[in-house]
C-alpha cells in the first residue's frame, strides 16, 4: 500500500491541502495504475516555520519533503530502478503543481521499503 506523509511550512501548505492531496493520489495513479487509487494514503503535516531547520537555522523557505512507504519487495522487482525513477518524478512534479517551480530544486522524495510481516492493520500482522 502506497503511503505518503508530507512535511512542508503550515503557511505554504494552508488552503492547498485538497489539492495537495488529489495531485499526489494521481502521481500514485500513474505510476501503479487506477488501482492504487483506492489504497494511496497521503498524511500532510504542517510545520511552523521556526520549527523546521537547515544548517543549524530556522529554515527560510524549505520545499515539501516525502517519505513515501512501500512495500520492500518493490525493490527487487527486475523494474525497481524504473519504479523509483518513476515514483519520485511523478511524486516531485505533483509538489511543484501544488506549489511552484520554486520548490523542485529542494523537494525531497524518500522511498522507504517495508518487510512483509512488518505492518499491522486493525490489530492485526499484514504478512503480504
Same mark, same amino acid.
Given at each position: 500500500?502506497?503511503?505518503? %506523509?508530507?512535511?512542508?511550512?503550515? *503557511?505554504?501548505?494552508?488552503?492547498?491541502?485538497?489539492?495537495?492531496?488529489?495531485?499526489?493520489?494521481?502521481?500514485?495513479?500513474?505510476?501503479?495504475?487506477?488501482?492504487?487509487?483506492?489504497?494511496?494514503?497521503?498524511?500532510?503535516?504542517?510545520?511552523?516555520?521556526?520549527?523546521?531547520?537547515?544548517?543549524?537555522?530556522?529554515?527560510?523557505?524549505?520545499?515539501?519533503?516525502?517519505?513515501?512507504?512501500?512495500?520492500?519487495?518493490?525493490?527487487?522487482?527486475?523494474?525497481?530502478?524504473?519504479?523509483?525513477?518513476?515514483?519520485? *518524478?511523478?511524486? %516531485?512534479?505533483?509538489?511543484?503543481?501544488?506549489?511552484?517551480?520554486?520548490?523542485?530544486?529542494?523537494?525531497?522524495?524518500?522511498?522507504?521499503?517495508?518487510?512483509?510481516?512488518?505492518?499491522?492493520?486493525?490489530?492485526?500482522?499484514?504478512? *503480504?
Amino acid at each position: 500500500m502506497p503511503h505518503l %506523509t508530507v512535511h512542508v511550512l503550515e *503557511s505554504d501548505l494552508a488552503g492547498r491541502e485538497t489539492a495537495l492531496i488529489e495531485k499526489l493520489t494521481d502521481a500514485v495513479v500513474a505510476v501503479y495504475g487506477q488501482w492504487a487509487r483506492s489504497i494511496a494514503t497521503v498524511r500532510l503535516i504542517g510545520i511552523p516555520p521556526s520549527r523546521w531547520g537547515i544548517g543549524g537555522m530556522p529554515a527560510q523557505a524549505p520545499s515539501p519533503s516525502i517519505t513515501f512507504g512501500i512495500k520492500e519487495a518493490a525493490f527487487s522487482r527486475p523494474d525497481a530502478d524504473e519504479i523509483v525513477a518513476r515514483l519520485v *518524478s511523478a511524486v %516531485t512534479n505533483a509538489v511543484v503543481d501544488v506549489f511552484g517551480e520554486r520548490v523542485r530544486d529542494g523537494v525531497t522524495v524518500e522511498l522507504v521499503g517495508t518487510a512483509a510481516g512488518r505492518t499491522g492493520i486493525g490489530g492485526v500482522v499484514v504478512t *503480504s
